[in-house]
């Protein structure tokens, strides 16, 4: 793994705190299709009233394209839900394509949203397959829990289970207008896996080709970064959105989940600096490589061996001090990361306020934010962020709130901003930010208009 952390500011003055930004960029190393490990997934789909009609249709097409892309040595289970939940292909290989497309096509709507009796069914479709592979459910739905389990913290403390006891990462896909995106979102960060948006039936295909080719090309699994505050940080805050836990040492581990073969992930640290100390001659106290600001060690399997083999990589982040002005530069390439990360921060933050009537909190969440931005003194390089605020802000300043395509559209954007991973697809209309190279687009209908 290309590993590269970068402070905006390298040198500050001296006896002098301030601020200062980290962005870590973790890179993934190619790795051959003909080398990967074998996978299982399990799609878990909502087959409630309300997908009735299309998005239940292009659900099933999605499904059947799963199929038609399964590699001999890949397994497979399909599990639905309505009040219920049922097993309609069994985790396995897939050796009978026409037979199992049929069974999908079988499905029909009914019913209410048990959602987490869906993913628990596939969660033991999953741990039928061997300890070796690499297990992913996508969960999709269009609605609210409202049978079962219906308490939010209890369905995430279900899944996390299901991550840290039978590693099963996953990935939740929210259709619609009705669906619960906080829910699906945080059900996606605690487990590692991908929350996607869609507003439209004709992307369900193109996502569940997405999610199962980044399966099929991991390079890099479950990654962490850990991370301990050394002698001349006071403080430290983490923009990225990953899920993170305190190790009995004191140190916080970040968990990213998986890489695919050749993609990036960012992980954006505000860093509050104590005031750097230099000797009388303007030699730094302690060492001319810079003071400790902190430590990273960064974990991961990686499978691009012949072997599973764990990797662990640790660097300690320094700063200089001088006297000297004219010494302080920012580094230009940082802005971008610290920019995408900052504002998505701060879309969550003001599009929750939204959501509580608390117009005015959030028009002062963006506003503040965007002054930030604008200091950072290029405005080229910290267009993804700029644009997103903008966006936003005129959304709300516009109407007073936040109607639901629009907050499911604000929360897709702020979390696939904070986590920054090149290969998750993005999934809205509007452009894609400058890292994501993966792009959901509905096909283009045909031109109805007779031609003479």
Known sequence: MNIQARLDHATILANQGRPVHLALDLIAPHAEATSRRPMAFCAVLDRSGSMGGEPLSKAKTACESIIRNLRADDQFALV????????????????????????????????????????????????????????????LSDGHLNVGITAPEEVARVVSDGLERSR????????????????LERLASCSGGNFYDANSAEKLPAIFEAELEGL??????????RVRKLDFCENWILYASYHSVVLPDGRIEISLGDLTSDESATLVFHLDVLPLPLLPGGEPSASLEGERLVELEILWDDLTASDLASRTHTQTVRILPTQDPADIRIDEDVIPAVATQCAGLAVEKATDAANKQ???????????ALVKLEALGNAV??????????????????????????????KFRSSHMRKMKSMAAWTLDEQAPSYSVKKITPPQKPDDTSKS
């Open 80 to 139: 639905v839900f309505d009040d219920h939940a049922e097993v309609i292909l069994p985790m396995g290989t897939v050796t009978r394509k026409s037979a199992a497309i049929q069974a999908i096509r079988r499905i029909h709507d009914r019913g209410s949203t048990n959602l987490t009796a869906g993913w628990m069914l596939g969660r033991d479709e999953l741990r039928k397959a061997p300890d070796s592979t690499t297990r992913r459910t996508l969960l």
């Open 216 to 225: 099929q090309r991991t390079a890099c699994q479950n990654v962490r970064v």
């Open 358 to 368: 608390e117009t005015q909190k959030a028009v002062s969440i963006l506003r503040e």
């Open 168 to 183: 099963i990462r996953t990935a939740t896909l929210g259709f619609g207008d009705g669906y619960d995106e906080n829910l």
């Open 381 to 410: 390089k910290a267009a993804d962020g700029i644009e997103a605020l903008r966006s936003l802000l005129t959304t709300i300043e516009d109407y007073g709130s936040l109607d639901a395509r629009a907050s499911k559209s604000a």
